[in-house]
């Protein structure tokens, strides 16, 4: 994996912040910051496997938190980054009932100061069980509507990509789809409670 | 207006697509319908996680070449350190396993007797000179049957007859016959005051020997001559010499 040596803090914030090929940005961050997430995460009761949850869970926040201009200008990109994966990581910790273990994690002041808010942390929660919830449609589905809400493609652009026959067709199949994903964090009552929450904090 | 139909007005009304009459229009419904404010904040909690869902994706690709890549560079390092140390030292084995065997295949002991033998010489003393006997004589005009001949008839008490009969049974071909001439030198030697021919019959021994695949014998009196710095065949043989009846010994199984 290749990282532009002039590729720098500055450069990752603002295309994080444009939203325009974050696979450069990422791949930054992962050279960057990848290994001494997962020390700390191995010193402290983690797994490799745990350190690459944490570290995809904290690119997430990361990277929200940029475009939802939440990330403060003053502190740099590898002490948010850490602090985040810190806080995600006691979190976690937390949530495993692991009370003696969270005791003997090295934490200062400084961490905690930059941490994700519990909104952040209660979508992300809500983010793993939608994620669940999208992976379970089928290939089609999965595709059409990430190529509209993600990749922002219009009804002609993905009629060409996915060979569909008319717009139409393209617009009947993403609405049978959005509706199946809906109808599924509908039916699940702790989601659906914190779709509305997460909602009222807006 | 059907369910299509209401969440793509929904959809429109989320991305600023309608115009003021029907937004407001909307915004009514949505304060007194429930159930479209229900669709209205499922829709808009949806698109918002498809998105990150759709990050999520492109950060994990990312992941999977990053995980990829290290577990190639891990592999590498580990191919790099045995490469470096190991395989040099598997690849020096291998070139002198090769060459061993090469040298084994291409190995003769009459290989290694050509190349050191070395020919017996009559002693050129002025005092001796014309007074060669018969068995030295036809030693020089290399007349190997009429010397053994001779040494047969004649049945010398003497040690010098039976070791040119040695000499020259060595130079036909018959190697026990050289051997068992020099034991005759040997039980001569035994009884007699002054022992003659000792360090000439290790040599020719050995040399006898080698011709006979007796490499354990030749090897012995080789080491013989090694260990005696005065020995007149001390330097008849050398290491490489040694070696290579070591790999005659392999090479025979023995």
């Known amino acids: 994996m290749t990282v532009d040596k002039d590729y720098d803090d500055e450069k990752a ?19 960057c910051h990848y290994n ?63 009370a003696s273990k969270r005791a003997e994690i090295y934490t200062d002041e400084q961490d905690m100061q930059i941490k994700p808010t519990t909104n952040e942390l209660i979508r992300n929660e809500d983010f793993k069980l939608v994620l669940g919830l999208f992976e379970s449609l089928g290939g089609k589905c999965k595709r059409i509507l990430l190529l509209f809400y993600y990749q922002d493609m219009s009804m002609k652009e993905i009629m060409e990509a996915e060979n569909y026959t008319s717009e139409q067709v393209v617009r009947n199949k993403k609405y049978k789809c959005l509706k199946t994903l809906i109808d599924q964090i509908k039916s699940d009552p ?13 | 207006m059907n369910k299509q139909e209401i969440f793509e007005l929904l959809e429109d009304y989320l991305e600023g697509r309608l115009d003021d009459r029907a937004k407001v229009d909307l915004e009514s419904k949505i304060a007194s319908d429930v159930e479209l404010r229900e669709q209205l904040e499922l829709l808009t909690f949806t698109k918002r996680q498809l998105k990150d869902v759709g990050l999520w994706r492109e950060i994990n690709s990312v992941h999977e070449t990053f995980k990829s890549d290290r577990e190639k560079k891990s592999k590498g390092q580990v191919i790099s350190l045995f490469g470096k140390k190991w395989i040099g030292i598997a690849a020096s084995f291998l070139l002198i396993f090769a060459f061993i065997s090469i040298s084994l295949y291409q190995l003769q002991p009459s290989k290694i007797v050509d190349d050191n033998y070395i020919a017996y010489k009559l002693p050129v003393m002025r005092s001796e000179e014309g007074q060669h006997t018969a068995v030295e004589l036809f030693y020089q005009q290399r007349d190997w049957d009429n010397l053994l001949s001779w040494v047969e008839k004649e049945q010398s008490p003497e040690q010098k007859p039976y070791f040119f009969a040695g ?22 030697n035994a009884r007699a005051e002054k022992k003659l021919f000792e360090q000439e019959m290790d040599f020719y021994s050995s040399l006898t020997y080698l011709q006979l695949g007796e490499f354990d014998e030749a090897y012995r009196l080789i080491d013989k001559m090694k260990e005696n710095r005065s020995h007149v065949y001390h330097d008849a043989f050398g290491r490489w010499d040694r070696f290579k009846i070591r790999l005659l010994k392999l090479k025979k199984g023995g």
């Open chain 1, 13 to 31: 914030i603002r295309d994080i912040g444009l939203n325009v090929d974050l696979q450069k940005p990422i791949r930054y961050l992962y050279a």
């Open chain 1, 190 to 202: 702790i989601l659906y409670e914190n779709v509305k929450d997460a909602l009222n904090y807006e």
């Open chain 2, 167 to 188: 000499l020259a049974s060595y130079e036909k071909g018959a190697y026990s016959e050289t051997l068992n001439y020099f034991n005759r030198v040997g039980e001569i």
């Open chain 1, 36 to 98: 001494g997430v997962e020390r700390y995460i191995l010193r402290n009761s983690g797994s490799t496997f745990d350190a690459e949850d944490i570290f995809q869970e904290t690119l997430m926040v990361t990277i929200k938190a940029i475009q939802g201009s939440r990330f403060r200008a003053d502190s740099s990109l590898k002490s948010y980054v850490f602090a985040i994966a810190k806080n995600l990581w006691i979190s976690e910790l937390r949530r495993r009932k692991s």
